[in-house]
């Protein structure tokens, strides 16, 4: 036993050991290097733009001068072991041949992406006390040192009237676990919430965080984060006891690369139709609605239906899918008091239901819990229905075969309730009660929200719909086809079933919006 005990704090010890001689300094040492290389906070998306500080991997030696000047800005230590130990030994030096001679002058030479501490995106007020800043953090920056340390609320000076003190209270992080494949940022949101109320008088005001900026205790940066005008904020907090102002909203996955804009159409036109009461659509534009795209979404964008919010920058800060989990977030906090519910899937995803319910009267039945989540049905890209000659039918709605239960990769999971990521789960919250989500789930609540049956209501996935050179329609047969004679006909087609729901409630959405696109197309 003894023997033992000692084994293990001679392990301890040697651990302790090699991390201290090793690692820590070698990882807090890049740490601290991407840190100082950094000392603004970036802004991304549309408050202002910001290039990172790139520092170049052939950086000339008389740019290492030391720099004795005290404070902040860049600084390198060139008074490094090899300088001393040259000096002294000097003599022994100069007696070996030059090409072994040792280099009394080294520096340190960065390669790579240098890790910002927060990149802030957008900032919200919650309340008259609570604020929230929607960013992404360093996931290595974030393993050594706290991103954001305060929040503080700065009253605008009024005109003859003595300076009113300012309010100072502790950020609190909130990191979505979910979702979030390794990448460089991952999503934080800091909760700024104030033990008083803050801006609630006439003279509106200043919401400013301390931001780390350095490995030293201290090394931090204040930034402006949020502005109030006069009487903003009583005037938000009024308009939150009026009904609000949208029935529904939908957030979108980031539009990159090539987006196919007449399918991205159909589906505009389709969800219209399903959340015609009264719907506002938020598209996040990372490079893939170009100018011509636009015009394709144009009615809906006149018609105020439609936001394109042009995020340019997000490359620069690396995180999974075009920092989707970004926006996510970001339209969860911007309709909060703007709709009863926020939907987030994709644009292959079509939702659908049960014909034995509304999608209010099933809304309704569920308004008391924070979201609802639904399953997903695989369609069939490739058996459609033929082209009627006189027929105007747009692609999806001759697609009319589906998988016969919905997609689940867990084996031991009923797949009409696969949670998660593994049954490709989306979701509906009531943004009034949901502070942050991944893609297939909440993170805040994780729990209390109701996992839908997919019988009851699901979302018709149509797979790789969206990617380049995708064909679709490549088997047609007969609309009035018996299901046995195209199994017969085609095996492989056995895997399908005949669902005519989207491409019905397809027939009628255009019939709906029939005006709204005839006056642009
Ligand atoms: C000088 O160099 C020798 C070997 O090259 C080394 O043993 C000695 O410690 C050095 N002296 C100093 C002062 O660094
Ligand atoms: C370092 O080396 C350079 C050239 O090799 C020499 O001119 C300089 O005097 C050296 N500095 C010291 C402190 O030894
Ligand atoms: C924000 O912080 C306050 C104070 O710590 C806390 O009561 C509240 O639950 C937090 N909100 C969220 C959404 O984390
Ligand atoms: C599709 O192709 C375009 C240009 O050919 C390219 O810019 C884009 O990134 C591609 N998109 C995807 C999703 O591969
Ligand atoms: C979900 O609905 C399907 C089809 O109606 C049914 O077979 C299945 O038992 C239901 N699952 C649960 C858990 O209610
Ligand atoms: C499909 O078959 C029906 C008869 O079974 C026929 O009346 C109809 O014209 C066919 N449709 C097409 C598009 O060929």
Same mark, same amino acid.
């Given at each position: 036993?003894?023997?033992?005990?000692?084994?293990?704090?001679?392990?301890?010890?040697?651990?302790?050991?090699?991390?201290?001689?090793?690692?820590?300094?070698?990882?807090?040492?890049?740490?601290?290097?991407?840190?100082?290389?950094?000392?603004?906070?970036?802004?991304?998306?549309?408050?202002?733009?910001?290039?990172?500080?790139?520092?170049?991997?052939?950086?000339?030696?008389?740019?290492?001068?030391?720099?004795?000047?005290?404070?902040?800005?860049?600084?390198?230590?060139?008074?490094?072991?090899?300088?001393?130990?040259?000096?002294?030994?000097?003599?022994?030096?100069?007696?070996?041949?030059?090409?072994?001679?040792?280099?009394?002058?080294?520096?340190?030479?960065?390669?790579?992406?240098?890790?910002?501490?927060?990149?802030?995106?957008?900032?919200?007020?919650?309340?008259?006390?609570?604020?929230?800043?929607?960013?992404?953090?360093?996931?290595?920056?974030?393993?050594?040192?706290?991103?954001?340390?305060?929040?503080?609320?700065?009253?605008?000076?009024?005109?003859?009237?003595?300076?009113?003190?300012?309010?100072?209270?502790?950020?609190?992080?909130?990191?979505?676990?979910?979702?979030?494949?390794?990448?460089?940022?991952?999503?934080?949101?800091?909760?700024?919430?104030?033990?008083?109320?803050?801006?609630?008088?006439?003279?509106?005001?200043?919401?400013?965080?301390?931001?780390?900026?350095?490995?030293?205790?201290?090394?931090?940066?204040?930034?402006?984060?949020?502005?109030?005008?006069?009487?903003?904020?009583?005037?938000?907090?009024?308009?939150?006891?009026?009904?609000?102002?949208?029935?529904?909203?939908?957030?979108?996955?980031?539009?990159?690369?090539?987006?196919?804009?007449?399918?991205?159409?159909?589906?505009?036109?389709?969800?219209?139709?399903?959340?015609?009461?009264?719907?506002?659509?938020?598209?996040?534009?990372?490079?893939?609605?170009?100018?011509?795209?636009?015009?394709?979404?144009?009615?809906?964008?006149?018609?105020?239906?439609?936001?394109?919010?042009?995020?340019?920058?997000?490359?620069?800060?690396?995180?999974?899918?075009?920092?989707?989990?970004?926006?996510?977030?970001?339209?969860?906090?911007?309709?909060?008091?703007?709709?009863?519910?926020?939907?987030?899937?994709?644009?292959?995803?079509?939702?659908?239901?049960?014909?034995?319910?509304?999608?209010?009267?099933?809304?309704?039945?569920?308004?008391?819990?924070?979201?609802?989540?639904?399953?997903?049905?695989?369609?069939?890209?490739?058996?459609?229905?033929?082209?009627?000659?006189?027929?105007?039918?747009?692609?999806?709605?001759?697609?009319?075969?589906?998988?016969?239960? #919905?997609?689940?990769?867990?084996?031991?999971? @009923?797949?009409? =309730?696969? &949670?998660?990521?593994?049954? %490709? !789960?989306?979701?509906?919250?009531?943004?009034?009660?949901?502070?942050?989500?991944?893609?297939?789930?909440?993170?805040?609540?994780?729990?209390?929200?109701?996992?839908?049956?997919?019988?009851?209501?699901?979302?018709?996935?149509?797979?790789?719909?969206?990617?380049?050179?995708?064909?679709?329609?490549?088997?047609?047969?007969?609309?009035?086809?018996?299901?046995?004679?195209?199994?017969?006909?085609? #095996?492989?087609?056995?895997?399908?079933?005949? @669902?005519?729901? =989207?491409? &019905?409630?397809?027939?009628? %959405? !255009?019939?709906?919006?029939?005006?709204?696109?005839?006056?642009?197309?």
């Amino acid at each position: 036993m003894k023997k033992y005990a000692r084994n293990v704090w001679h392990k301890i010890f040697t651990i302790v050991l090699f991390a201290l001689f090793f690692q820590v300094p070698i990882f807090y040492g890049l740490v601290k290097l991407s840190i100082v290389s950094c000392n603004v906070m970036p802004t991304l998306g549309s408050i202002h733009t910001f290039s990172p500080r790139r520092v170049g991997t052939t950086t000339p030696v008389h740019d290492a001068t030391p720099d004795l000047h005290s404070g902040t800005g860049q600084k390198r230590d060139i008074k490094g072991s090899h300088l001393n130990q040259a000096s002294a030994n000097a003599t022994a030096v100069n007696s070996i041949p030059a090409s072994a001679k040792m280099q009394n002058l080294s520096q340190l030479r960065p390669h790579g992406h240098a890790h910002f501490t927060f990149v802030q995106f957008s900032s919200y007020r919650e309340s008259p006390r609570v604020f929230f800043v929607v960013g992404v953090t360093s996931v290595v920056v974030r393993e050594f040192d706290l991103p954001v340390y305060k929040c503080e609320w700065h009253p605008k000076p009024n005109r003859g009237e003595p300076l009113q003190p300012s309010k100072v209270t502790d950020a609190k992080m909130i990191y979505v676990y979910f979702d979030q494949m390794p990448r460089i940022y991952v999503v934080a949101i800091v909760n700024c919430t104030f033990e008083d109320d803050v801006g609630m008088g006439e003279e509106g005001g200043s919401l400013f965080m301390t931001v780390s900026a350095g490995p030293h205790p201290g090394d931090t940066e204040k930034v402006l984060v949020l502005q109030e005008q006069n009487d903003e904020a009583k005037e938000a907090m009024r308009k939150r006891d009026q009904p609000l102002p949208f029935k529904y909203a939908f957030c979108g996955p980031p539009m990159h690369g090539n987006v196919k804009a007449e399918w991205v159409l159909q589906w505009l036109v389709y969800h219209h139709y399903l959340w015609r009461d009264s719907v506002h659509f938020f598209f996040y534009n990372v490079g893939g609605i170009t100018n011509s795209v636009r015009q394709v979404f144009s009615p809906f964008i006149n018609n105020g239906l439609l936001t394109i919010v042009d995020v340019e920058d997000q490359k620069d800060y690396p995180s999974w899918y075009f920092n989707q989990l970004l926006f996510i977030n970001d339209c969860l906090h911007r309709t909060r008091y703007l709709s009863s519910w926020t939907f987030f899937h994709d644009f292959d995803e079509f939702f659908t239901m049960s014909s034995s319910i509304t999608l209010d009267k099933l809304l309704d039945e569920y308004k008391d819990v924070p979201y609802l989540t639904f399953g997903s049905l695989r369609a069939s890209l490739w058996i459609c229905t033929d082209v009627h000659p006189e027929s105007s039918e747009w692609p999806l709605q001759r697609m009319r075969w589906a998988e016969k239960q #919905p997609f689940c990769s867990a084996p031991d999971q @009923d797949p009409w =309730i696969c &949670i998660h990521g593994k049954g %490709a !789960r989306k979701y509906v919250v009531n943004p009034r009660k949901v502070f942050a989500g991944g893609v297939h789930r909440t993170a805040i609540p994780e729990e209390g929200g109701v996992n839908l049956n997919a019988s009851i209501a699901r979302l018709n996935h149509y797979p790789g719909m969206l990617a380049n050179g995708t064909t679709s329609c490549s088997f047609t047969v007969n609309v009035s086809i018996p299901i046995e004679l195209l199994y017969q006909y085609a #095996p492989s087609s056995q895997l399908y079933e005949r @669902d005519d729901s =989207i491409p &019905i409630q397809m027939g009628k %959405a !255009r019939e709906f919006d029939a005006e709204l696109l005839a006056a642009y197309l």
